[in-house]
């Protein structure tokens, strides 16, 4: 079965390899320039259901794993990636707000701030500031351009967004809503560190499982046991 399998990707495989060296043009310096061949479309996707097959024959279990890695890796990848956005989020909005602070307290109007400001503020939030300050000069309104670009951020962002289309479209005093934002984003801020750093010691069990205590056991316990196996009387 291994055989005839292994004959049948074979005559698929070298065929196509051929075809697709005769179907290029012959140019000059082509053996130190060209990349290796590739598998036309087609032809690769013969060759990975053959070889699932045959996975499936000789080891069914290495096929449900490849088949699980298949489906799950790249949700991993996907979930992790929201991970890290939302966390740079929650890390730039804070800084954000205090250079807001520091804009308003010298007596800078906010349509000159935010401009001034982006430029200072961590992805992704100083990305959405500048998107905003551009339709704004497009002919957007300022308001419902901040609401648009920070929005899409999460929910606190959202919240900044408002307090800062308030004071732009009615005049709310822009201070005090920037204090009470600021205050519960270094909170969250600071809750998220704190539950990172609780999860260190979970994260460094399974390095301290598998490499730690083996390696101490066979600095430790090994010499004493083959000490005492030369120890005994024969």
Sequence with gaps: MTAALLAVVAALVVPALVVGEASRPLTTGRLLRTPPPSLPPGTRKAAGVLMAVGLGVLAPPLLVLAALG??????????????????????????????????????????????????????????????????????????????????????????????????????????????RTGLELRLERRRAAELEARRVPVRLLAPLTTCVLPAFALLTVVPLLVASLEALPL
């Design 70 to 179: 298949w489906w799950g890796v790249p949700r991993v990848h996907a979930r992790r990636r929201q991970l890290e956005h939302q966390r740079a989020v929650r890390h730039a909005l804070p800084d954000l707000v205090d250079l807001l602070q520091l804009a308003t307290t010298a007596g800078v109007a906010l349509p000159i701030a935010l401009p001034l400001v982006a430029p200072h503020t961590p992805a992704p939030v100083g990305p959405a500031l500048h998107a905003a300050h551009r339709a704004a000069v497009r002919g957007r309104p300022r308001t419902d351009a901040l609401v648009e670009s920070l929005a899409p951020l999460g929910d606190r962002a959202h919240a900044l967004a408002h307090v800062l289309g308030d004071h732009l479209r009615y005049g709310v005093p822009l201070l005090p809503g920037l204090e």
